[in-house]
């Protein structure tokens, strides 16, 4: 296919810190390899990750942190960056990694694709006792979560195309938001593949414990923190040196609660929190666990399965989003309900006990991951560029 001239536009690139980073640096990185000419509108780069080839285009008047909470004020920028971009350069497409930054977003004669990490607004309760549960914030969260709903629905109606990370998102965004199933192309996520032969002959040091649990994520109570513990508690009592290594920090007052929890239920000593890690630092971490548990209560698809299964180690994840779609339970790892801490402490203990199943899981991991291949997303992507110049 011929090279083409893309501008791309994320709130992060050559950070490994979330899924949107990863995906972004992934894809951005693959795309100038190929031979395409790639700008990249960005408030926060990381220039140890970001590739020789790919010019940044610097972003003026932006004095806020680029997150979650605030995306409607990185859109806006975001759209002041671009047009004073387009004033002084052509492209064949303009590519928005998260689609809802694409809100204010005014080219002309241009192609615009979106693409969909999550669902989490698209399928938003309209009622706030329905966050209680599980959220302190739930008041702030449900009252968030509903007017982004309404904000990204209009931002994706304006796109060319959106692309979906996995199919349950596709059809989420299908079903909630009126999207014609002909402007919405599923592309899951793409990871290098995998050194088989290293793994089969590794013997790395381990991480504490027995059996030693690693889970790996910012935000701790919607990817079920809280219910790992609480399944940890219930472990203990089969395999009392289980221990579980927390990497990711929110706030000193998150990280306070899950300590509270683990001190109420007398596993202190069992938990160890590790802070926040670079991505390389992480990948080490995968090769030293037992078992990779994330038993989220709300996901789309994460990045932190495909790491841990590439890097050869058992998984757990929430039956939710598109997580069936990377574990298929009982085959390449075992999914549970969210929220069922119990199960989640049965499936532990059945890998923990069992060597022939933790490596059989281990082995299908492998094979799963070839759908998950970086140069097919690459070329999938490239794919619908094409299809819009036409």
């Known amino acids: 296919m011929n090279s083409l001239k893309i501008c791309i536009i994320t709130h992060q690139y050559g950070n490994f810190w979330s899924g949107v980073g990863t995906y972004a640096t992934r894809l951005i990185n693959a795309l100038a390899e190929k031979g395409h000419s790639v700008s990249v509108v960005c408030p926060d780069v990381s220039k140890s990750k970001s590739h020789s080839e790919v010019n940044i285009v610097e972003m003026e008047g932006l004095k806020i942190k680029p997150t979650l909470g605030n995306w409607i004020i990185l859109s806006y920028h975001f759209n002041k960056t671009l047009q004073r971009l387009l004033k002084k350069e052509s492209f064949d497409i303009i590519h928005f990694v998260d689609a809802r930054d694409s809100f204010f977003c005014k080219p002309k004669g241009i192609p615009v694709v979106g693409t969909m990490n999550d669902y989490y607004f698209a399928e938003a309760s309209k009622n706030p006792l329905s966050y209680r549960r599980h959220y302190d914030d739930w008041l702030t969260r449900s009252f968030f979560y509903n007017i982004t709903r309404m904000l990204e629905k209009r931002a994706i109606k304006k796109l060319s195309m959106v692309i979906a990370n ?84 929110v706030s000193e007052e998150k990280e306070g609660e899950m300590r509270e929890l683990s001190r109420s239920l007398k596993i202190e000593g069992n938990i160890h929190f590790l802070g926040r890690k670079d991505n390389e630092e992480v990948k080490i971490l995968f090769t030293m666990a037992d078992i990779f548990a994330m038993p989220s209560l709300i996901e789309g698809l994460p990045w932190a399965f495909l790491e841990a299964m590439s890097a050869g180690v058992p998984v757990i994840g929430g039956k939710t989003g598109g997580i069936p779609e990377q574990i298929e339970d009982g085959v390449n790892g075992f999914l549970v309900e969210p929220g069922d801490w119990k199960d989640l402490a049965n499936k532990i203990i059945k ?14 991991s492998f094979s799963a991951l070839d759908k998950f291949s970086l140069d097919r997303m690459t070329e999938e992507t490239v794919g619908v560029y094409h299809k819009l110049m036409k």
């Not at 050194?195 to 059996?211: F, M, N, S, T």
């Open 166 to 249: 996995c199919n349950y998102i596709k059809e989420s965004v299908i079903r909630n938001y009126y999207i014609n199933e002909k402007l919405i192309k599923m592309i899951y996520y793409g990871i290098e593949k995998p050194d088989i032969a290293a793994y089969k002959v590794k013997k790395g040091e381990k991480l504490k414990g027995h059996p030693s649990i690693l889970f790996v994520g910012q935000n701790f109570r919607r990817k079920g923190l809280p219910v790992l513990i609480n399944a940890v508690a219930e472990v203990k009592k089969v395999f009392p040196e289980v221990s579980l290594h927390v990497v990711g920090k």
């Open 351 to 364: 890998i923990a006990g069992d060597a022939v199943s933790r490596e059989r899981f281990i082995q299908n």
